[in-house]
């Protein structure tokens, strides 16, 4: 397909584009003529997935190439390469001015909820360093951030990434989908977290749901 094809399916405008093609964000297509080249589908998922990173995601570029750069070594463990994107999800968010007292507090009640779920975990996650400046952030503000509070969303994570994963094919061409997946479910569930919280305070209601009830 010629490069105003591949804006009309992808949505991506020419200029970004070519902006991607000289940032090698985009492989380049075959010459076809003088200024001119042929796009294959494989141009068409790429761009969508650079789309869904920086549009859902949020994510800047150099955070969407060294994501993407993950995703194409194949020498890389699965495990290492959500460990990249959680890396790159962490990075766009956190920001702290806690201090050290209150992070060390935090951290040894991440722990604890990590212990209770019994996942395995290693030290340095990135996800592991964004759950402590939360559980700090809340206690500054005067939140319930005791691990047991947590114990209904540990149970829910875990059953989401059951759910997630079971979907998995780890065949390398699935290896970039299943990447954008997490980011969309994550972004899914947000929403989700957003639409019954407007719903119980239009009510005038907040029960406790069940799965915390019966932690």
Not at 76 to 85: A, C, M, Q, R, Y
Request: with cysteine.
């Amino acid at each position: 397909m010629r490069i105003s094809d591949l804006s009309r399916r992808s949505g991506v405008p020419i200029a970004t584009i070519k902006f991607y093609l000289r940032e090698h964000l985009l492989q380049p297509g075959e010459p076809t003529g003088r200024n001119q080249a042929d796009y294959s589908d494989a141009h068409l998922r790429r761009l969508r997935l650079i789309k869904m990173f920086t549009a859902i995601g949020e994510l800047d570029l150099t955070s969407v190439r060294r994501l993407m750069t993950a995703v194409a070594d194949d020498r890389l463990p699965l495990i290492d390469l959500f460990e990249v994107l959680n890396q790159v999800l962490v990075a766009s968010k956190d920001t702290t001015s806690e201090s050290d007292q209150s992070l060390a507090r935090a951290s040894s009640d991440a722990d604890r909820i990590i212990e209770s779920a019994g996942w395995q975990i290693r030290p340095d996650a990135a996800a592991r360093a964004h759950l402590t400046l939360v559980l700090s952030a809340m206690r500054s503000l005067g939140c319930d951030c005791d691990p047991a509070f947590f114990a209904g969303y540990q149970k829910v994570a875990d059953e989401l990434v059951r759910h997630e994963l079971d979907k998995f094919q780890p065949e390398q061409e699935r290896r970039a989908e299943a990447v954008a997946r997490s980011v969309l479910m994550q972004e899914a569930f947000a929403a989700m977290h957003q639409l019954a919280h407007e719903h119980y305070l239009a009510r005038g209601t907040l029960p406790v749901p069940n799965v915390l009830r019966d932690s």
